[in-house]
């Protein structure tokens, strides 16, 4: 049991292996709290520029309190999932209000912080015993201790005590094996700091037993209204893409056409946009037709990576549709 788990090897390959990445060579809450948000499901590389524009940018949570959503958005836009930016502005203006708050438990009351990001946010800032468990630490402890199911309760409670001689490094000294050697296929036991002793490493695949995870396809219908300065756009009022701006969009494309008076032969049918979510797959058909609406410059407006694939289709047909 954790006992038996080798926290000083663990610390020792992280310190002479750690990738050097720009949030870890803060220990500014702020910082690392955006780092937190802007790495929830991207990767690392994708993570960097976008972070440091961020903090440029908002340097505080003040500054980010300040400033519209949309300015925030417009950082953020190639990012995806927009709702993470959202909730970091509603937790920026919370924090300007009532200061930062310095515990796991005073985090997550944060809007948009699970148990992982409040307990990365705890540890690494404020050296707070937590365990911070990503799917990568999930990983490597289910492989670790041969765990095939276990609750996030019982990870929490198994991690704990390894976290609580040094909260910081060894929250990170789990995330960085998870990433780079115990990774989800083909994991490199041979060069792993944990392979005497780890139970799992026999049949490593085996450890976490896979969800099944089913991709559902979800069919938009898109509308490129090409107005005198430029295309019609709309923010978007809810789902994924909350407060980004795109051409009108809609599940039913009679409504869609109908909306803006056109029938079935006023519209050209461009082609299909395939856009992939977290789990669902995105395909749209998209449409073209002329207005005598001004429309506007897409470049002002924060966008979805989603609308600009779309707006790209519509720009390669030239001139009158
Ligand atoms: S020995 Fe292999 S399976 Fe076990 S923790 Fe290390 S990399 Fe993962």
Not at 80 to 88: K, S
Request: with cysteine; hydrophobic share 40%.
């Amino acid at each position: 049991m954790p006992g038996s788990f080798h926290v000083q090897r663990l610390l020792a390959w992280y310190r002479a292996n750690a990738r050097d990445l720009p949030w870890r060579r803060t220990a500014d809450p702020w910082a690392i709290l955006v780092s937190e948000v802007v790495l929830q499901q991207t990767r690392v590389e994708q993570a960097i520029p976008y972070f440091e524009r961020l903090l440029a940018r908002f340097p505080t949570p003040q500054t980010l309190a300040a400033a519209p959503l949309e300015e925030l958005l417009r950082i953020w836009q190639g990012l995806g999932y927009y709702r993470r930016a959202e909730n970091l502005w509603r937790a920026a203006r919370e924090i300007a209000e009532k200061g930062f708050p310095w515990t796991f438990d005073g985090l997550r009351q944060l809007p948009g912080l699970g148990p992982y990001t409040a307990a990365a946010v705890a540890a690494f800032a404020f050296g707070e015993p937590v365990p911070a468990i990503d799917g990568n630490v999930r990983r490597v402890l289910s492989r670790y201790f041969a765990l095939e199911r276990s609750s996030p309760k019982k990870l929490f409670d198994l991690a704990r005590p390894l976290v609580a001689a040094e909260p910081a490094e060894m929250n990170q000294a789990l995330i960085e094996l998870g990433a780079t050697l115990c990774t989800p296929r083909r994991p490199a036991c041979e060069a792993c700091p944990l392979r005497v002793g780890c139970r799992g490493r026999a049949d490593p695949g085996r450890y976490p037993a896979r969800r099944g995870r089913r991709v559902r396809e979800w069919r938009l219908t898109a509308l490129v209204l090409r107005g005198r300065r430029g295309p019609v756009l709309e923010a978007r009022p809810q789902g994924p893409w909350a407060g980004l701006y795109g051409p009108p969009m809609d599940e039913d494309e009679g409504r869609l056409l109908a909306r803006f008076g056109l029938g079935p032969d006023d519209a050209r049918f461009l082609g299909e946009v395939r856009h992939g979510l977290s789990h669902r797959r995105v395909r749209v058909r998209v449409y073209l037709a002329r207005t005598d609406r001004d429309g506007e410059d897409p470049a002002a407006r924060p966008l979805s990576a989603l609308a600009r694939k779309v707006l790209a289709l519509a720009e390669e047909v030239p001139g009158e549709p």
